[in-house]
């Protein structure tokens, strides 16, 4: 019996029912995914999307920076961001929901993967990702006269203890924004910085400075306890 094109829904379904009690299971089958393999395609294609966005945004989703360090400048020593991560990490507050993340943007001898480091960096700085650079003097003179780094003084004015403990490591740069000159003590120096010592990572020259853009105060604040206390 074939189903009239114009015949109203129910009377299409009624039709259909009827059609499958008279076949045996094999033939029901075959039946069904002749008629109806696109909608049953499209189902299973539906039901997997559904299933990833669940698992992905509801089940497991992708950790949330607590906090993020942009090294640029001399290589890290091999495994030495992997170490300051882990230490770091401990002052996540969800270690299951957040991390710490240091990536480095130091030159890696490829002309396109430091193309994509740059626009990468470039990407999260605008966007008010990156809370700390670690980077040298001569790397920090360029951040300094780009107007992306925040005075020490502007962060800690209202935490004297924190301002205390990293006051004897400030390094106070003049500057120029537009047509005006400022000085200021920009960065910190991790010459020595305990932290640092005990991870051996080599810190004779680097420089630890904050972010303009970055409203991660409270993170930042607990990071310099742990790299300077």
Known sequence: METPVNAPFKEKVRIEI???????????????WEYYKLQILGLIFAALIASTYINTWFINPPLQDYLYV??????????GLGRLGDRLSRIVINPERQQVSITSYSNTGHTMANRNLSAQFSAKLQAGDIDFIITTREGMDELVNSGFIRPISAFLEDVPEL???????????????????????MAISLNFAPLFLELELG?????????????NIYAMMKAIRVLFG
Request: hydrophobic letters at 35%; aromatic letters at 14%; charged letters at 25%.
């Open 18 to 32: 009827a059609k499958l009690r008279e076949m045996t299971f094999k033939k029901k089958v075959e039946y069904i």
């Open 70 to 79: 942009a090294w640029i400048g001399n290589d890290p020593p091999p495994g």
């Open 203 to 215: 810190s004779d020259d680097l420089y630890l400075t904050i972010v303009y853009n970055t409203d």
């Open 163 to 185: 301002y205390n403990l990293v006051a004897p490591r400030l390094l106070t740069i003049t500057y120029i924004i537009g047509e005006q000159e400022f000085t200021h003590p």
